[in-house]
Each structure stands twice: as C-alpha cells, then as structure tokens.
T-cell receptor, first 107, second 113 residues
Framework: AQRVTQPEKLLSVFKGAPVELKCNYSYSGSPELFWYVQYSRQRLQLLLRHISRESIKGFTADLNKGETSFHLKKPFAQEEDSAMYYCALKSSYKLIFGSGTRLLVRP | DAGVIQSPRHEVTEMGQEVTLRCKPISGHDYLFWYRQTMMRGLELLIYFNNNVPIDDSGMPEDRFSAKMPNASFSTLKIQPSEPRDSAVYFC???????????FGPGTRLLVL
C-alpha cells in the first residue's frame, strides 16, 4: 500500500538549531516526493520536490531509496520557519500526504 | 494570476443542509483536485479532474458528496445532506499537466452543526 509516514506531530527547536523533519514512504516503483509547507493562515505551498534537488529557504531533502525516506533538513532554524510541514508522495497523478509535522522555532 | 480561488472561505451550516464549495483553478491548468483536511485523517484526495472530466473519485466518502467541473475555470463540490462529520477544511488544487506542481487554494473551512 502507498503510504507516507511523518512520525512527529510536533518538533520544537530553538532558533539557530539544526532541524530534521522525518518522512518515510511506502511505494512500489520509482517514487516522486514533495515537501509542502503551510504557514499560519496561509495556503499550502510547495517547498521542494526531490527531482529538483534544490534548496529552498535553506531547506534540503534527499531521497534515500534504501531507507525509503525523504527527510527535510535545515542547518540553522529561523523563527519564520515555524509552520506545518507535509511530506507527500505522488501516485497516479494524485498526492498522498503524511499527517504533517508542526515545526515550532523558539527565540 | 491570483492563484487558485476558493469560496466561501468559511461556511457554517446546520446538519441536513446542502453545502456547495467553489473553486476557480489557475488559468490554463488542466488538472483540478479536491482535498479534505481533518484532524483525524489529515489531507486526503477526494476527486480529481482532467480537462473537466472526473478521472478518479475513489476518495469521495459517500453518495452525499458530488463534484462537477462544467468548464475549465470552475468546479464545485457539493454535500447534500451535510453531517457534522463533514466538518473539515476543503482544499482545491490545480496543475498544468499531471507531472507538474499542484498549486493549492486557501481552503474552505466548513463547520456543520
């Protein structure tokens, strides 16, 4: 079955600390994975996709097929990074989302 | 472009009433998706359209839910009759091509009393 798991509901860090938001997936085939972010009172927006292999707002994510993971990382968290983060898997043109992790960056 | 537009942004209704949610995709996009977000189930796809044709409605919870896309710039999601368990945030998203990024609307927050 296709599934995306985000084990942490809440991740709280201090400003300047490294951040890693975990995402594991279950998918038979070659996966296409995304991270979406939802800031307070704003719409869901794409943060990055694994095929782009780019860094957005200092965030990176590497697809690890061996561990079936696509963890989101940032070396130094900023207060403005506080938001809900969703990992998503594309399957037959539709997105399957994880349950989301709320990142809280404290001053 | 203003992005994906949804209306209303908030809807409060009583159980048994009909609810209609509206979505205007980004101009030129040929895929439109309806998602529902709840605390219990997270974000889940309800239905999606390609060139105004429903392709996969396997996520629609039951017959009380229906969705239409009469033209390329408008889609509706209707719940009749509504129930308290339908309370959720409903998102519409669109993309240009199946392989491209889905852009989300601001969502409609529905509360059924």
């Amino acid at each position: 079955a296709q599934r995306v798991t985000q084990p942490e509901k809440l991740l709280s860090v201090f400003k300047g600390a490294p951040v890693e938001l975990k995402c594991n997936y279950s998918y038979s085939g070659s996966p296409e994975l995304f991270w979406y972010v939802q800031y307070s009172r704003q719409r869901l927006q794409l943060l990055l996709r694994h095929i782009s292999r780019e860094s957005i707002k200092g965030f990176t994510a590497d697809l690890n097929k061996g561990e079936t993971s696509f963890h989101l990382k940032k070396p130094f968290a900023q207060e403005e990074d506080s938001a809900m983060y969703y990992c998503a898997l594309k399957s037959s043109y539709k997105l399957i989302f994880g349950s989301g992790t709320r990142l809280l960056v404290r001053p | 472009d203003a992005g994906v537009i949804q209306s209303p942004r908030h809807e409060v209704t009583e159980m048994g009433q009909e609810v209609t949610l509206r979505c205007k995709p980004i101009s030129g996009h040929d895929y439109l998706f309806w998602y529902r977000q709840t605390m219990m189930r997270g974000l889940e796809l309800l239905i999606y359209f390609n060139n105004n044709v429903p392709i996969d409605d396997s996520g629609m919870p039951e017959d009380r839910f229906s969705a239409k896309m009469p033209n390329a710039s408008f889609s509706t999601l209707k719940i009749q009759p509504s129930e308290p368990r339908d309370s959720a945030v409903y998102f519409c998203a669109s993309s240009f091509g199946a392989e491209e990024t889905q852009y989300f609307g601001p969502g409609t927050r529905l509360l059924v009393l």
